[in-house]
């Protein structure tokens, strides 16, 4: 970043940079929680945090990709409703399992398909597209599902949900992929690089012929894969499909994002920042259940901790930007 | 850097308040963070020695999951009398509620999570009764007694998974609910139904049972809506039946945590004469038949399910029983609440 710029040499330039002060939280926090409360580094705790947060973490990939562009995505909790509900529905029909798999995460794609085309042909704000189409995909479910819930998956799927090899949860190297390959895609690859230029600097894009619009569809049908993929893992956990049970997931996964550092301004935020924002509130959760307190105290604790969290970032972020502007002037000066 | 090191002294306040100011016996759980805390490195099961310190003592943690306890007197008549039972023989109390009624996963996270701090027995009032199962499975691996209150287990779940479940029969007492409608109906009329949250058994139950008290006469249910047990969505879904059926006589409402919003749509429509008989016979029912706005209600016993629940647990954790000793139902019993006993219920009311 600031390679090429001669300054003044700071002492404590490693010491007082964002990520390193991060780290240095992230680990005092992990060693408060070990000494305060029992059990908590209990690997099987830290395998149930983990599996606990993989509902949260991949459908976040898709919800920081869409924030990156300025955009959000609140379809989330429907797709995670929906995807399962047409698994288990055309499985009760006697539709081969395999294919019902399938065509539920099929569904995903294309309700983040239709979010996509609402959103870069039509024109419609992405709060709206995508909380309509959330609340479309949560009316289907209730209807194909007859209101209640849906039970009867069979019995190897629901090992995925709750089995593990080795001692590992299957729940959380399903995370570990699906969140390796979209720090990938992101990171690594053309497309993925030119995501961050979306809704800042179109004109990047089309100079070197993609179309913008193209890849806003395809970042919203990526959205709904993984919600899709989320909502069949939490199905496999629960061994039923509730119509109502990724309504608390939806507004966790903007959370996670934001606690990894995306910014809902757009230009910034990584799918590995993301998921370690939702191995956080996981691990939050987790820790205040362990304490006993009581859950009214709960949700005040969660909310002030993410608050501070979120600040600390900001705060950073701010003198980051005073520094650089800072040498931008010394430059500026010779 | 200033800022930052504030930042992090007050997040260490926060959490260090958290841990010393937790609302169960505080002694009890700082003593046993001690101990399991030197026993980790050693990679020991602390559960194990935990169990093991505290059946020396014959003090035990129980745990109840349940829903929100917001606006929902009946939970916490259980919950305050399961947590005064517990504390009267000397165990811990721990409790976990989830943020809405519809948070099904929260519960099952909440259940792993009260497993690893360590819990000798459950008590559960499950939000889905097929969504608790992994739950319930978990608890059987760690050999963790499970009694269910309030809500049963879903058709088909493998009775090795909980002691027993204790409840109202759901059912029958709103079979008595139905006929007795159709009786001051005279046999013919049309009513409503004003539902639970979809798939919660006692809910579907009252539900299913009101239909069957009012088989064999010309009453005819011409519309029911989940009312989500809260008055904001019962509002809303009696505003809907009114106006697409305005000459009903009756409404069945499967709670008494509806009717003040069942009782605003009704009022806002202008319509009267209409019976409403609901269920639970909570403080606000109980009054409301009282008063003659509402016509009856189903009392349950919420503080026998309480107290049963705990003095099983307790009998199983002693030793004294074993969880085949008890049948798979326990009725808590329910009382017809009018006008004429409503003073008496009201006493007994949560």
Same mark, same amino acid.
């Given at each position: 970043m600031q390679k090429n710029v001669t300054r003044r040499k700071n002492p404590f330039r490693k010491v007082s940079g964002r990520p390193f002060v991060r780290t240095l939280v992230i680990i005092a926090v992990i060693l408060m929680m070990?000494?305060?409360?029992?059990?908590?580094? /209990?690997?099987s705790n830290l395998m149930n945090v983990l599996r606990q947060a993989s509902i949260i973490a991949i459908p976040a990939i898709g919800v920081t990709m869409a924030m990156i562009t300025k955009g959000i995505d609140l379809s989330t909790s429907g797709v995670i409703a929906f995807a399962p509900m047409c698994v288990i529905v055309m499985y009760h029909a006697g539709i081969p399992f395999a294919l019902c798999v399938l065509c539920g995460i099929l569904t995903g794609v294309l309700a983040g398909l239709l979010n996509g085309l609402l959103i870069a042909r039509v024109g419609v704000l992405p709060f709206i597209a995508t909380y309509v189409s959330g609340t479309i995909m949560l009316g289907l479910t209730m209807v194909i599902g007859n209101g209640g819930s849906v039970t009867g998956f069979p019995k190897g799927y629901t090992q995925i949900g709750n089995g593990s090899v080795l001692g590992i949860p299957w729940s959380n190297i399903i995370m570990l992929l699906c969140v390796a390959a979209g720090a990938l895609f992101l990171g690594k690859t053309k497309y993925g690089n030119r995501i961050y230029a979306l809704g800042n600097n179109e004109?990047?894009?089309r100079m070197e012929g993609?179309?913008?619009? /193209?890849?806003?569809?395809?970042?919203?049908?990526?959205?709904?894969?993984?919600?899709?993929?989320?909502?069949?893992?939490?199905? =496999?956990?629960?061994?039923?499909?509730?119509?109502?049970?990724?309504?608390?997931?939806?507004?966790?996964?903007i959370a996670a994002c934001i606690l990894g550092g995306t910014s809902m301004l757009g230009g910034s935020g990584t799918v590995i920042n993301s998921a370690l924002g939702a191995i956080g509130i996981a691990a939050m959760r987790n820790a205040l259940n362990l304490l006993g307190l009581h859950p009214y105290v709960q949700n005040l604790l969660l909310g002030t901790l993410i608050i501070l969290i979120v600040a600390v970032n900001v705060l950073l972020k701010q003198r980051e930007k005073r520094q650089q502007e800072g040498f931008n002037i010394r430059r500026a000066d010779t | 850097m200033k800022k930052v090191i504030a930042m992090l002294l007050s997040l260490v306040m926060v959490l260090g308040m958290a841990a010393c100011g937790g609302t169960n016996t505080q002694e009890e759980s700082q003593t046993t963070a001690e101990d399991t805390a030197e026993e980790e490195t050693e990679e020991t099961e602390p559960a194990e020695s935990e169990a093991e310190a505290e059946t020396e003592t014959g003090s035990y943690k129980i745990g109840f999951s349940v829903k929100t306890l917001t606006n929902e007197p009946f939970q916490a008549f259980i919950a305050d009398m399961i947590q005064t039972k517990v504390e009267e023989a000397g165990c811990e109390f721990v409790l976990a509620t989830t943020d809405s009624a519809e948070d099904v996963a929260q519960q099952v996270s909440q259940i792993e999570d009260m497993l690893v701090s360590g819990i000798d027995a459950l008590i559960v009032n499950p939000l889905d009764s097929n969504a608790i199962i992994p739950a319930l499975e978990r608890c059987k691996e760690e050999n963790v007694p499970v009694i269910m209150v309030d809500s049963g287990p879903a058709e088909g779940t493998d009775e090795s998974l909980y002691v027993t479940y204790i409840g109202t029969d759901n059912y029958a007492g709103s079979v008595t609910a139905g006929e007795k409608m159709a009786e001051e109906l005279g046999g013919e009329g049309k009513v409503v139904i004003v539902r639970g949250v979809s798939g919660n058994t006692a809910g579907e139950a009252r539900a299913n049972g009101? /239909?069957?008290?009012?088989?064999?006469?010309?009453?005819?249910?011409?519309?029911?809506?989940?009312?989500?047990? =809260?008055?904001?969505?019962?509002?809303q879904a009696m505003e809907n039946m009114l106006i697409a059926n305005p000459?009903?006589?009756?409404?069945?409402?499967?709670?008494?945590?509806?009717?003040?919003?069942?009782?605003?749509a009704i009022d806002s429509a202008g319509a009267d004469d209409i019976l409403i008989y609901s269920f639970d016979g909570l403080t606000n029912g109980c009054q409301l038949v009282l008063d003659g706005r509402v016509q009856a209600t189903m009392q349950q016993y919420p503080s026998v399910m309480g107290e049963l629940a705990v003095e099983y647990l307790l009998q199983i954790l002693n030793g004294e029983k074993t969880a085949d000793d008890f049948e798979k139902f326990v009725d808590s019993g329910v009382a017809y609440v009018t006008q004429e006993n409503a003073e008496e219920a009201l006493q007994n009311a949560p």
């Open positions: 070990a000494a305060l409360i029992p059990n908590f580094l /209990k690997f004109s990047v894009i993609l179309s913008p619009e /193209k890849l806003l569809i395809a970042i919203y049908g990526i959205g709904g894969f993984f919600s899709a993929v989320a909502g069949l893992l939490l199905s =496999s956990q629960l061994s039923t499909v509730h119509p109502t049970q990724g309504n608390s997931y939806q507004l966790d996964c | 009101f /239909k069957a008290g009012l088989e064999g006469t010309n009453v005819e249910v011409v519309a029911e809506q989940p009312g989500n047990w =809260s008055n904001d969505d019962a509002l000459d009903i006589d009756g409404v069945y409402s499967c709670s008494d945590v509806m009717l003040d919003g069942i009782l605003e």
